[in-house]
């Protein structure tokens, strides 16, 4: 591709170019940091509003019943399950994903306990995303059983990583930083034959890639909904168990909304049939009644639609990058073998936090991560071809004139 036109040519035939109408995009922003925050659905401000003063304001405490906000996790987790190939009355969206990961992880060592109470090690990868691990290690010191955590540095080191003694996998499917990811069906099968269970992290799949979470028979799973699944700005997160591993789920946050009656206000905790047992306590409505505004925009396309565009879109700002911007220290560090991307392209760059603070300033919105790591996400939903060519442009502006050199650049804000 030579020209810009040949980006808006694509856009004319793009199937989804519909469906950017439905997002409230700032003016002058190249936005490819979806898979940190999603954009808001413009359904949002209203359904907030709605929420504000119908809801909460007219109808008060009655709205728990009358405005559904007690079903909510519920609903939302059957209307999110299609995306990630989960079956009805097997998600809820609540909490965050640290805190889902610490009731799954908790559930889990204690059902890989019961088979076999001789398995001690939890494997994981060190380019994990951090709070994943944290959370392990806090779980690990709080049960005090001699849990082990073993992180592999490669991903074909899990085969050998998983043997006899471990007791789950908790792997994250889309790394974070390199947008790698991992054959879901094929890593899967690995750990069951190591007789372990299999936890997955979709913080960078739901609503990313497809997803088929019974078809490839994994344990357990959680995610959020603030990415690509565009619900705002910490969102609930959501957790996925399969109903053959409900009823044998006991995990320690047992709270009142996990609770078979709540409001039998009895003083001893009965856990709720099915996925309902992961909820804890009182769920913040505003924040998850914005999640269904999202979830209604996948609702009229399907994801082998998206994943279509998505790899087009990553294939087109690699080969832009690669031709236009050849002359100067770039590395691609995202794999080009589409079965093994996710949704986004990373770069490394030795001056990568100021490349980007500099893209920030003309209006490129992607995001950097240590070390050297400049992200850039692709939500099919609302990115073109065009906001390809023209980021691209920009970044080669931005290394031929040297602009990133300029010291307010290299102020490092609390978030990167
Ligand atoms: C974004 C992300 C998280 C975020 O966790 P929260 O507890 O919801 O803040 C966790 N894990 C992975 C892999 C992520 O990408």
Same mark, same amino acid.
């Given at each position: 591709m030579n020209h810009r036109d040949d980006a808006a040519a694509l856009d004319r035939d793009d199937? $989804? +170019?519909? $469906? +950017?109408?439905?997002f409230a995009l700032g003016r002058d922003v190249i936005y490819l940091d979806g898979n940190s925050l999603g954009v808001p659905p413009k359904a949002a401000a209203a359904r907030a509003a709605a929420v504000i003063a119908d809801e909460w304001g007219d109808g008060l405490i009655r709205s728990w019943n009358t405005a559904g906000w007690f079903a909510l996790p519920k609903r939302l987790g059957n209307k999110l399950a299609p995306l990630i190939g989960a079956g009805a009355d097997e998600v809820v969206v609540t909490d965050t994903i640290s805190s889902n990961l610490f009731k799954l992880l908790s559930a889990a060592l204690r059902l890989a306990n019961e088979r076999d109470p001789k398995r001690r090690v939890i494997v994981s990868e060190r380019s994990n995303f951090p709070t994943d691990l944290y959370i392990a290690q806090g779980l690990i010191e709080q049960l005090d059983r001699g849990y082990e955590l073993r992180l592999v540095d490669d991903p074909a080191e899990l085969a050998t990583a998983i043997d006899e003694n471990t007791a789950l996998a908790m792997i994250t499917h889309v790394n974070y930083r390199t947008g790698y990811m991992h054959d879901m069906a094929a890593v899967t099968q690995l750990i069951h034959r190591a007789g372990a269970l299999a936890v997955w992290d979709l913080a960078h799949s739901a609503g990313a890639v497809p997803v088929d979470l019974n078809g490839v028979g994994a344990d357990y799973a959680v995610g959020c909904t603030y990415k690509y699944l565009n619900g705002g700005p910490g969102s609930p997160a959501f957790v996925w168990v399969p109903k053959r591993h409900q009823n044998a789920f006991s995990q320690p946050l047992s709270g009142w909304w996990g609770? #078979? #009656?709540?409001? %039998?206000?009895?003083p001893s905790y009965r856990p709720d049939d *099915?996925? *309902?047992?992961?909820l804890c306590g009182t769920q913040p409505v505003i924040s998850m009644a914005l999640v269904e505004c999202g979830l209604d925009v996948f609702l009229q396309t399907d994801m082998a639609t998206l994943r279509r565009k998505s790899l087009a879109l990553s294939d087109l700002f690699i080969k832009l990058v690669e031709e236009r911007c050849g002359k100067f220290p770039l590395t691609l560090v995202?794999? +080009? %073998?589409h079965g093994q991307r996710g949704s986004q392209a990373s770069f490394e760059h030795p001056d990568g936090y100021e490349v980007m603070q500099a893209l920030i300033a003309r209006g490129v919105i992607g995001d950097y991560r240590e070390p050297r790591v400049l992200r850039f996400g692709f939500t099919p939903l609302y990115t073109r071809y065009v906001d390809v060519w023209d980021a691209v442009e920009v970044l080669r502006d931005v290394l031929e004139t040297e602009a990133w050199r300029a010291p307010e650049f290299a102020e490092r804000g609390a978030v990167t």
């Open positions: 199937p $989804l +170019r519909a $469906l +950017r109408d439905q609770h #078979k #009656k709540p409001f %039998e206000m009895s *099915g996925i *309902g047992r992961f995202t794999p +080009r %073998e």
